[in-house]
């Protein structure tokens, strides 16, 4: 596809409940990227794959939170037992070529993600 | 453990004036750094990055960063604000190798006409 694609756009959820994001990268993109963006928190990274095995899963919240990565490009990011501090927007990035950061993130439009 | 610091969530210019939006990092090893953009309504994007090289970085629409080692900052400026330039601005470290990005806490930029 032409950029990053991440679906749904908003989802409203119950607290307890599972909920799966899916991001498509652009083709091609080896790297990918997921961040979560919280009303006057920034930027918090995640978690990040080259090709399908994730080197850095530090920065999963909690055991509830799960990501993967299949055939090299479409991910999904679990969250199981949703609680209402979950709610944010969860932003997808690809990157070309796995070079250190030096390459050009290409970020997706987000989920927004509401847990009543 | 690589961090970053963006003063002022909140910043306000007058159309024509110089904006200027602070970010100080915090990197054990030479540090890669990065401005993003976020428009209303549309994802992130690219603004400009330092990575090794002439310290003076410019990027699209007319802004610029300078690298200070001595002062670790990497603050991001433009002569003159337009009314197009009202976004959310993310200042951004990385270390060589590591692909972790970290993002600071952003700038909500806004023009007054």
């Known amino acids: 596809g032409a950029g990053v694609s991440q679906s749904p756009s908003n989802k409203v959820t119950e607290k307890g409940k599972d909920v799966e994001l899916r991001c498509d990268p652009i083709s091609g993109h080896t790297a990918l990227y997921w961040y979560r963006q919280s009303l006057g928190q920034g930027l918090e990274f995640l978690i990040y794959?080259?090709?399908?095995?994730?080197?850095?899963k530090s920065g999963l919240p909690s055991d509830r939170f799960s990501a993967e990565r299949t055939g090299g490009s479409v991910s999904t990011l679990t969250i199981q037992r949703t609680q209402q501090e979950d709610s944010a927007v969860y932003l997808c990035?690809?990157?070309?070529?796995?070079?250190?950061?030096?390459?050009?993130?290409?970020f997706g439009s987000g989920t927004q993600l509401s847990v009543l | 453990a690589q961090s970053v610091t963006q003063l002022g969530s909140h910043v306000s210019v007058s159309e024509g004036a110089l904006v200027l939006l602070r970010c100080n990092y915090s990197s054990s090893v030479p540090p890669y750094l990065f401005w993003y953009v976020q428009y209303p309504n549309q994802g992130l994007q690219l603004l400009l990055k330092y990575t090794t090289g002439a310290t003076l970085v410019k990027g699209i629409n007319g802004f610029e960063a300078e690298f200070k080692k001595s002062e670790t900052s990497f603050h991001l400026t433009k002569p003159s604000a337009h009314m197009s330039d009202a976004a959310e601005y993310f200042c951004?470290?990385?270390?060589?190798?590591?692909?972790?990005?970290?993002f600071g806490t952003g700038t909500r930029l806004t023009i007054i006409p």
């Open positions: 951004a470290v990385s270390d060589f190798g590591n692909e972790k990005l970290t």
């Open positions: 990035a690809s990157s070309l070529v796995y070079r250190g950061a030096n390459e050009k993130l290409f």
């Open positions: 794959f080259q090709g399908n095995s994730a080197p850095d």
